[in-house]
């Protein structure tokens, strides 16, 4: 079981950046994916989760309507879409898979290796 995140990179702010996390097995229908990013010297926090089966999307309130998180079922692959970035986005982005919806890390069972996002002013 491997989570594969990809997409990182620097860009200026107000740039957009598209994040894949890509799953090494058939992702189930009651499975949540959830991408957190951590910032140096910071807590690993909650960006935004979705619900396999339904779609149904979920987002911290600071990137809400600036992130989009999306699945591509082909490819058991979710994305996360970031526009208008901002210096505070700045961080190592990882993606999680768990059987239950959750805002904090024992909320999901496996993560990926995480993936540098870097904002420049």
């Known amino acids: 079981v491997q989570l594969q995140a990809s997409g990182g990179g620097l860009v200026q702010a107000g740039g957009s950046l598209r994040l894949s996390c890509a799953a090494s097995?058939?992702?189930?229908?009651?499975?949540?994916v959830g991408w957190f990013r951590q910032a140096p010297g910071k807590e690993r926090e909650f960006v935004a989760a979705?619900?396999?089966?339904?779609?149904?999307?979920y987002y911290e309130d600071s990137v809400r309507g600036r992130f989009t998180i999306s699945k591509d079922s082909a490819k058991n692959t979710v994305y996360l879409q970031m526009n208008s970035l901002k210096a505070d986005d700045a961080a190592v982005y990882y993606c999680?898979?768990?059987?239950?919806?959750?805002?904090?890390?024992?909320?999901?069972?496996?993560w990926g290796q995480g993936t540098l996002v870097t904002v420049s002013s």
């Open positions: 999680a898979a768990g059987s239950h919806y959750g805002t904090t890390r024992d909320s999901y069972d496996y």
């Open positions: 979705i619900r396999w089966g339904s779609g149904i999307r």
């Open positions: 097995w058939r992702i189930y229908s009651s499975t949540i």
